[in-house]
């Protein structure tokens, strides 16, 4: 399911083709996921996203893949939404994270979520020096 | 400004300065910031947040201690937590974080929040395959 | 499903039929949808509830129907409110709302949510002008 | 204040530069705002969310954009974003809305997380009518 | 700071004169808080508002009105509104809410917080006999 | 369904063991739910969750049970969990809230949740008097 249901190859436009045949190239998978599917009514934003998607997640920056992955599922996890949580554990473990792994990121998710809401709740405000530290 | 205001090593209880003592020789610093100062007018959440902190955080993980900052920080950013962006963007340059780690985390946090976003509002369906993915 | 099931228009007290008569005038169709037939049990809510949903998302006003479903929609989206996303999309497409209009209605909601947590994530202070912007 | 400072004109690079310059052309203003003089420091996701911003925010789609800036303070409220609840206000405003409209719109807004929260809360599934609906 | 600035009682029209007129009977004080002053632009959405807090906030019903604050103070950390917990700690207080109250409610409020991600995080499926238990 | 699906006592670990004998033991029942068996994937995190969770939502505090599982309710609407509410709202029933109880649990919840968004997208500053407010 999806709001105007998936577009599959067949029956795509040459603008969405072309994408569909950039991320099987890029992933070396013939598989084209139902997000890229349901976007693809929208050949701009899917064009968009999957360029940037490309750039910001590929391999040769400063933080690992691997890391990159981690980092998506613990956005998600936080914003509650189950596709991209599914979607990007798959992508995390093929990228190489552990059981192990898996379990610490989710600690520190939860850490992370309850102290957010105690410096909220107990309204408190930043020290002077996290505002002017001179750190690089 | 916190709600109670911040308790003082000189003003605080033995069970608070002894968590205090503790923050102090894990973190190798004299310094004890706003957070455990405003936590200490409840000891039982002061420790009980400080010992889970430690445990999660702390080095000999299968994740090191650069990316648990890292993950912090996105976890922080997505919930609008400006005292937590503040204090663990800190800790993770201290931890190693250099400008181009934290612009790659901030461009994979925003795509993050982005896709969550498309994933709901077109109300895309979970792949049979990442639901039943045999991956370890 | 819901916590206490659903009312159904024979079950329902007086002061429910009034409110789901009331539906069905100003929706001019018969179907009430389960979010009403579950707030039922609890009379004064649902009574509130529909009012203002009645005075706000209706006609005439300065903004149109349409717009004001679409806003419904991002905000639905943004939070991952499965149930609204789906009875507001149909609602907006009953206002006319085109595939197109949806595609762009997503793309902002993107957008936005990733600029929103650059914004945080960067720390960045609010502009002197937008503090102290003289338009009406 | 941002986490590495602001990125000004005269000591951007060029490809900083060509972005600030092409903000300037569309935007026929001199003024830079904070949000893009912080992300310079990272100038591909500055040159990627400018062309993604412009591309989604500018005229001729099928949403006009003064209806786009009100969804983006929609989203931007929902997420509790002080600076783009701020920076958008304002360009909704240069792009003609009124006290009328902006009041219509939080009221919307509102409303949508009241009832967001109700559907969640009460745990309600979703009408089969809204999965199968048929609408284009 | 708002973005219409605040309507005092003097500059009021009848209608928004009528509704601080009742805040100050049912709150036995002279002061109207800036929330009502703000949201005094859009005199409907000043009386909706203010019926509705009327309504649900007051004594005499299921919930006593401590409880209900302190439910606020919850809903308002996790969403991360400084203004709210402000202005709802303090109404806490008022109604009784003692440092060691307030400590708990931060606690429970922390945890949930937590839990709510790993039961995302984790994509735990709800037990069977969650969904239908029969107990009223 | 679960990420690494759920461990069933007679496959758990001794570590494991005992935090299920003490969940038995404190719940008075035999039924692990999903939540645990999940999380035991993780015998640290399962640990740590489960006595913070018996630490705070436990009798002979400052706040009763019933009130402690309906902010608990009041948090994971709030962030749209569906497990959680699901959960905890059956905890609460056995607590003791009634129908009634969870009618205005739920229109506090919906109207926090309507205000808060109000006052970020007014751009409402704090008032004075509660940041300095000296109620104890």
Chains 1, 2, 3, 4, 5, 6 share one sequence.
Request: glycine residues 8%; proline residues 4%.
């Amino acid at each position: 399911m999806a709001t105007y249901g998936f577009v599959e190859y067949e029956d795509a436009s040459a603008a969405v083709r072309a994408v569909y045949d950039d991320i099987r190239t890029v992933r070396q998978t013939d598989y084209i996921n139902n997000f890229w599917k349901a976007l693809a009514h929208d050949p701009a934003t899917l064009r968009r996203t999957w360029e940037s998607v490309k750039q910001i997640m590929g391999p040769g920056g400063a933080l690992d893949p691997l890391v990159k992955e981690m980092i998506y599922v613990a956005v998600s996890a936080t914003n509650g939404c189950g596709y991209c949580v599914a979607s990007h554990t798959v992508a995390a473990k093929r990228a190489g994270m552990t059981p192990e792994m898996f379990g610490e990121l989710m600690a520190v998710v939860g850490m992370a979520n309850e102290t957010n809401r105690l410096a909220v709740g107990y309204q408190i405000e930043i020290d002077e020096r996290f505002r002017t530290s001179s750190l690089p």
